[in-house]
């Protein structure tokens, strides 16, 4: 069966500091993968996804990056953190990404900057 | 604005009656998803429903999309403890070939003794 790993857990970080959060996928090959953000009061916005090693798609302009250096790892990064990057970040992953393929979802990321 | 808007925001039900959450669109859903999120936690696959009239159930749980393929609802019967925590839609808004969702902001839902 697939699973989905995401670390750390939680995260508090100052203003300025870079990041790093890391997600990977057991027991699929090639599956879409996936960054969202759920910030205080709103819902999943999807920041980027990926159909590949390597290929990387943005949804929103932002202080974030995100890359894919092995089939089923994907990496979210910053150079400088803001206080808007606050929030709980969710890795999920789909076999296809087609209209109807469902996304499974990572236990999340709290990631707070101070 | 929402793309997808969920209603209600919140609410609490007495434990053993039922309740209903709904999700509205002004576009075609070509596919929606039901994900229930505990605080803190990620998000847990409920449902999916593809085509217009469709149901589906689990447990006690049963989610519809109506004929016009613009609104899902979320239906629990005799809730429980356990059905407490954050219900979000998800939807495709398109036929890309990717898979983009977008998400209504959730219904918290509280079951009281």
């Known amino acids: 069966s697939q699973t989905i790993h995401q670390w750390p857990a939680t995260l508090v970080q100052p203003v300025g500091s870079p990041l790093s959060l890391e997600c990977t996928v057991e027991g699929t090959s090639n599956p879409n993968l996936y960054w969202y953000r759920q910030a205080a009061g709103r819902g999943l916005q999807l920041l980027f996804y990926?159909?590949?090693?390597?290929?990387i798609s943005s949804e929103v302009p932002q202080n974030l990056s995100a890359s894919r250096p092995q089939d089923r790892q994907f990496i979210l990064s910053s150079k400088k953190l803001l206080l808007s990057d606050s929030g709980f970040y969710l890795c999920?992953?789909?076999?296809?990404?087609?209209?109807?393929?469902?996304?499974?979802f990572g236990p999340g990321t709290r990631l707070t900057v101070l | 604005s929402q793309e997808l808007e969920q209603s209600p925001q919140s609410l609490i039900v007495q434990e053993g009656k039922n309740l209903t959450i709904n999700c509205t669109s002004s576009k075609t859903l070509y596919g929606l998803y039901w994900y229930k999120q505990k605080y803190g936690e990620g998000l847990i696959f409920l449902m999916m429903l593809q085509k217009g009239g469709e149901e589906k159930s689990h447990e006690k749980i049963t989610a519809k999309l109506d004929e016009k393929k613009q609104q899902s609802s979320l239906h629990i019967t005799a809730s429980q403890p356990s059905h407490a925590g954050i219900y979000l839609c998800g939807a495709s808004l398109t036929t890309d070939s990717w898979g983009k969702l977008q998400f209504g902001a959730g219904t918290q839902v509280v079951v009281t003794p």
């Open positions: 999920a992953w789909s076999v296809t990404g087609g209209s109807t393929d469902t996304q499974y």
């Open positions: 990926s159909v590949g090693i390597g290929q």
